[in-house]
């Protein structure tokens, strides 16, 4: 038997277009002090996200989006980068095709802020929302389920798809070493919803881009021999 091994099921797959608890009523107020509006302070908050694509309209189209780019990632890209950013974002899926993988939660986020503020200029940005049921088997399974990692969560998905998968296709090599450093981008954000059954079985709820875990689709329950960065022998 396997020293890792648990039983998987997917308890829910659904497309979202934004991720709880990013634009922030502290965060709108930053984006708003950033684009110099005036005021900030006095807006009550359940109006910032108004005011937020109100400011941002004060601009031409790609002009706003090089703001938010600005703000969001800041110098991480140069300016040549953003304005090349600006124009591609109305178009592509930019948080899934961009060719630095560290970047894509944050350009999914910017996305997100000029669709909400020119909603005929840019498509509604989307991601996966998955909530996995993950079930220890093995006594050593166990440290796994009480410390998730984005390492340990990306090997559970793969093993829910087919080889043809597009993970396996680009991190195969990753998938089957002892660190998967790829794997912190690959993951955006996850979170657990408790330990039940003596720490051998864990919920989590998982956000992070189509493209990763399209082949999931219609795949309700699978068997994993998944392990965290640093296990192999």
């Given at each position: 038997?396997?020293?890792?091994?648990?039983?998987?099921?997917?308890?829910?797959?659904?497309?979202?277009?934004?991720?709880?608890?990013?634009?922030?009523?502290?965060?709108?107020?930053?984006?708003?002090?950033?684009?110099?509006?005036d005021?900030?302070?006095?807006?009550?908050?359940n109006?910032?996200?108004d005011?937020?694509?109100?400011?941002l309209?004060?601009?031409?189209?790609?002009?706003?989006?090089?703001k938010?780019?600005?703000f969001?990632i800041?110098?991480?890209?140069?300016?040549?980068?953003?304005?090349?950013?600006?124009?591609?974002?109305?178009?592509?899926?930019?948080?899934?095709?961009?060719?630095?993988?560290?970047?894509?939660?944050?350009?999914?986020?910017?996305?997100?802020?000029?669709?909400?503020?020119?909603?005929?200029n840019?498509?509604?940005?989307?991601?996966?929302?998955?909530?996995?049921?993950?079930?220890?088997?093995?006594p050593?399974?166990?440290?796994?389920?009480?410390?998730l990692?984005?390492?340990?969560i990306?090997?559970?998905?793969?093993?829910?798809?087919?080889?043809?998968n597009?993970?396996?296709?680009?991190?195969?090599?990753?998938?089957?070493?002892?660190?998967?450093?790829?794997?912190?981008?690959?993951?955006?954000?996850?979170?657990?919803?408790?330990?039940?059954?003596?720490?051998?079985e864990?919920?989590?709820?998982?956000?992070?881009?189509?493209?990763?875990?399209?082949?999931?689709?219609?795949?309700?329950?699978?068997?994993?021999?998944?392990?965290?960065?640093?296990?192999?022998?």
């Amino acid at each position: 038997m396997a020293k890792y091994k648990y039983t998987i099921q997917l308890l829910e797959l659904k497309e979202i277009h934004e991720i709880p608890q990013v634009w922030t009523e502290d965060e709108l107020r930053k984006l708003l002090q950033f684009v110099e509006y005036d005021d900030v302070q006095e807006i009550p908050a359940n109006e910032l996200k108004d005011m937020a694509c109100l400011a941002l309209t004060d601009f031409e189209v790609e002009e706003a989006a090089v703001k938010v780019l600005e703000f969001r990632i800041g110098d991480r890209l140069n300016k040549g980068q953003r304005q090349n950013l600006a124009i591609e974002l109305q178009d592509d899926k930019i948080w899934e095709e961009y060719s630095d993988l560290s970047l894509h939660e944050e350009l999914f986020h910017v996305s997100c802020m000029l669709y909400w503020a020119f909603p005929k200029n840019f498509k509604e940005p989307d991601i996966a929302r998955l909530k996995l049921s993950i079930k220890s088997l093995t006594p050593e399974s166990g440290k796994n389920i009480a410390n998730l990692t984005a390492a340990f969560i990306t090997r559970v998905l793969n093993d829910g798809m087919d080889k043809h998968n597009l993970l396996n296709r680009l991190f195969d090599e990753s998938l089957e070493a002892n660190t998967f450093v790829e794997a912190e981008d690959i993951i955006w954000q996850f979170k657990t919803e408790g330990t039940q059954d003596n720490a051998k079985e864990q919920t989590v709820v998982i956000y992070t881009s189509w493209n990763w875990v399209e082949d999931l689709k219609g795949i309700s329950e699978w068997e994993s021999t998944a392990y965290a960065d640093g296990q192999l022998d």
